[in-house]
């Protein structure tokens, strides 16, 4: 983001140069040709700052021809200046710098272009890695709660068919489901309350007994 800025303010300090170029060429002030100046030396400024970043870009070549290009384009805007008396002299520099200007002016338009779509692809693939790690998210967060609800339906289902046993008067303990955490508590809970049940039974059988022997 940071670099598709600067390329930003590269090509607008391009365009008011050459904006100010346009006008110096009308007017002849002196206003405009110090404007043009000033706005190519800022361009200077920001490409010698692109080009120290370039291996972060795809655009080194378009740097080193705007390198080259932005200095030549100085020295004959420069020499405009002194050559309004010799006519054909002039001609022949006010071609050059304008093609010299729609050459910057494309080329810079080029590097926006570049780092926009680099931008792109790099936003697009966070969305892609966005969208896949909610579906992970997603996807491992079912599988938890499938797990978990596994191991309670069959903890659920055991206790449930030990207790119909219970019913029919047997006390054999549940066996070893091999699980954890609550369902662990529960099932040791429940072969516990087995365990007493079966006692009580005992006693009780074994009181009757001994009421029996009494009542002969």
Do not use: W
């Not at 170029?21 to 010698?48: A, G, M």
């Not at 790099?122 to 969208?131: E, P």
């Not at 008067?169 to 079966?198: C, Q, T």
Request: charge should be positive; avoid cysteine.
């Amino acid at each position: 983001l940071f670099l598709l800025e600067k390329s930003e303010d590269f090509t607008n300090n391009v365009l008011q140069a050459r904006r100010y170029e346009k006008n110096y060429l009308l007017y002849k002030n002196d206003e405009s040709f110090q404007k043009t100046l000033t706005y190519i030396n800022k361009s200077l400024t920001i490409l010698h700052n692109l080009i120290e970043r370039s291996k972060y870009l795809n655009t080194r070549r378009e740097l080193d021809e705007l390198h080259e290009l932005i200095p030549q384009y100085k020295r004959i805007f420069e020499k405009i200046k002194h050559s309004f008396n010799d006519q054909t002299k002039k001609s022949q520099l006010v071609a050059n710098l304008r093609q010299a200007g729609s050459s910057m002016v494309l080329i810079t338009k080029k590097i926006v272009d570049i780092e926009k779509k680099q931008l792109n692809n790099i936003v697009n693939n966070l969305k892609l890695q966005l969208v896949l790690a909610i579906i992970l998210t997603i996807l491992t967060g079912f599988t938890i709660f499938f797990a978990l609800f596994k191991g309670v339906f069959k903890t659920l289902k055991t206790v449930m068919e030990a207790a119909t046993r219970i019913a029919h008067g047997s006390f054999e303990p549940i066996p070893d489901l091999k699980v954890h955490d609550e369902n662990r508590l529960v099932i040791d809970a429940f072969n516990k309350m087995i365990h007493e049940l079966k006692v009580h039974q005992e006693q009780l059988i074994q009181s009757k007994k001994m009421s029996s022997i009494g009542t002969l």
